[in-house]
């Protein structure tokens, strides 16, 4: 039972508008047992295109999960499909036929003549009762491959499955899945891949992924046990251990928690207090650290000093240094943080400014050129970068950018 | 050209953390071509499995698109699988090197070893140039089919498919579509229900769909014509206006933009200015609205004033209100939009304070209690809500309210 293909049905989801997320729940249960998933195929209602995906999703699958298209309207055609695949009748199950009647009774209301079709069941299958819905799920056993068939409403393939399915793979599953996800800040893709060279395992049991985001490299590792999760575990945290040393204070969380969190975590732990300022960003850095919850605890308050005036009289930054360097400049940013450290009384100051773009560009400033401060205890730390990327690219990766300096910094020095 | 199929590569998106979203945006874009997306595969990296997806997409499409897979990591390994499907050599294109390593020298870096395997081109394959990363696309044709290779990262497969694919299909299709996105704010999906019953198409050239966000409504109008471009708007119009009359003043946009957008627009032409002073929302309004490109133009600066030391100092809010009313009462709220309009100097200053939760709820006071209020040259308004959902669903409605308290004012008032 190693091999999982996952079969979505339903037109919505070849429309620009929903995803199909029945599937990622069937994921992180089915990763519980070990099993991961191979491919996921999403098909509209239409009998030919249904019949053809169940029939490759068979070909692939040791045990194929057919989600939606179990109710009771026309377009709802997923049990004639596989039933046609698997050449056997469909017959109407007398017992469930008086659950779903019993469902409509209960509410005061006579079953529809549509719902009797919702009765029909593949010859050989197991009925897996629905207690969310009208929609039974089935079991199908065929010579070494199992097919699943649920109800696509969530909350009701969520209860088919904990209430039938789950107890039977976990009867039949011997594998234990590990994962651990590293993110880091500061690097390229590119430098990544460079520095953790020789790394990629090569034995099946063990998976690393690499995924790129503005100014955010993840790596999520798996590792896979026949024997225990205890081996899983280990053998995952061994590659961890390795990329981890590999990309050395890069890297922020093994947890999958964002630099936000990671930076509120370390604040709060120390109990020390921050304020922002900020201008290309325009209130990036200050949404990012007030969606965590409790970040009242030390965000004291943040200044989006668009306009000059406004750094100059919010901030205190000097108009003659404007005029001399420039609102992007290395003197600008340390004069923001500063500025917004000490009207603040925050224990840190941060302070972004650059030019985001389209627009914006002069001799010498290109559009992406980014000055980042950090403002505190021990003094004040400029950094320049150079973003690629058009403004929302360059505002997400400055914001990164000047919260993973404060991070290494509190990572660096203990609290006083 | 009538059949298209995706395939979407990437292990990381048969985890329960990553969904695809490229196909949505090529769907939508696709849809404007009048063609229907009939399946959609997603696969890991894994050799085997990524050459038998890409197999069965193409003997299901008449266009086959495959993203993701094309950057420089051991994991990507899409041309490789589509040259070994189609049975063709891949060769370094040298054009195509000189681009990638220009790309790396004009960031001062030199191009890492790994990356020229982005170059290689499957042969015959024309190279879809990528303005926003190092990965080309490919466009490949094969008697009656049509393959292409896209980028995963969003921000290059938007940009390479608007630059080279759309073109080439627009040149092909003969179906027209026209499309109308009516927004609204202020109602919530039940009221848009009932207030334009009766208005669903019920012939087959048109479509609705309604779909509900934090704070707004979106109804997607399209229409089909074989006959010409004219008669599809023309159709799409004809609901459309039918729409916005039930809807009234609750629609803010019917080209697709976004709140935001629609207030900048508003203040540009009226040479207005805001300032904006932020305690819940913590700093997703100033956020918002430095989005836009040129929003310097009318945005002044945003004070994020999460501590009430912040609300007294920065927006002079007398500390006895607080005391009194608490910093969440519209008494604060009506202190703050006057405060920061006083001291920007700004034609209107907006504030919003409210409890985001999960925590911070007091008697009288539940989590979901937002005070807006926008203060300009005829006064100050003040409007009290009370948003359902958790921390970040009730920042996303206060933030759309309050800039939808400001459009609505903006377009109420003619300019001074």
Avoid at 188 to 202: A, F, H, K, N, W
Avoid at 280 to 296: D, E, F, K, P
């Amino acid at each position: 039972m190693k091999r999982v293909v996952i079969v979505a049905v339903g037109s919505e989801m070849l429309t620009p508008f929903f995803q199909d997320t029945d599937s990622l729940f069937l994921t992180r249960r089915l990763n519980d047992f070990g099993l991961d998933v191979e491919e996921k195929i999403i098909v509209g209602d239409e009998s030919d295109s249904l019949k053809k995906a169940i029939r490759e999703g068979r070909d692939r699958a040791d045990l194929l999960f057919v989600t939606g298209g179990l109710g009771p309207t026309d377009d709802d055609r997923t049990r004639e499909a596989v039933a046609a695949v698997l050449n056997k009748p469909l017959d109407v199950d007398g017992r469930v036929l008086a659950a779903i009647e019993e469902r409509f009774f209960r509410r005061g209301k006579t079953m529809p003549p549509a719902n009797r079709k919702q009765a029909e069941v593949i010859r050989g299958a197991d009925v897996l009762a629905n207690p969310a819905g009208t929609a039974p799920g089935l079991w199908i056993e065929e010579e070494e491959k199992i097919i699943v068939l649920l109800p696509g409403p969530p909350r009701e393939l969520e209860s088919v499955f904990e209430a039938h399915v789950a107890p039977r793979i976990s009867g039949r599953s011997r594998a234990h899945l590990a994962r651990k996800v590293l993110k880091a800040a500061g690097l390229t893709e590119s430098e990544v891949e460079t520095m953790i060279q020789g790394l990629y395992p090569r034995d099946p049991g063990r998976r690393l992924t690499i995924l790129a985001f503005p100014g955010q490299i993840e790596l999520h590792v798996s590792a896979f046990s026949d024997v225990s999760a205890e081996e899983a575990e280990r053998t995952a945290e061994s590659l961890a251990s390795a990329l981890r040393e590999r990309l050395g204070p890069a890297v922020f969380s093994d947890d999958g928690s964002d630099l936000e969190a990671v930076v509120g975590r370390l604040l709060a732990e120390r109990k020390e207090t921050i304020a922002v300022a900020e201008s290309c960003t325009g209130g990036l850095v200050c949404r990012r650290l007030t969606r965590i919850a409790g970040s009242s605890a030390y965000f004291l308050e943040g200044l989006v000093t668009y306009s000059n005036q406004a750094k100059i009289g919010r901030l205190g930054v000097p108009a003659r240094m404007i005029e001399e360097h420039g609102a992007v400049s290395g003197e600008t940013a340390r004069a923001m943080a500063e500025g917004v450290r000490r009207v603040s009384g925050a224990d840190y100051g941060l302070a972004v400014t650059g030019i985001a773009g389209p627009s914006g560009a002069a001799a010498g400033k290109p559009v992406g050129l980014v000055f980042c401060a950090a403002s505190g205890p021990g003094g004040t730390r400029v950094e320049r970068f150079l973003f690629l990327g058009d403004r929302s690219h360059v505002q997400a990766q400055a914001a990164q950018g000047i919260l993973d300096i404060l991070r290494r910094r509190l990572e660096e020095k203990p609290a006083r």
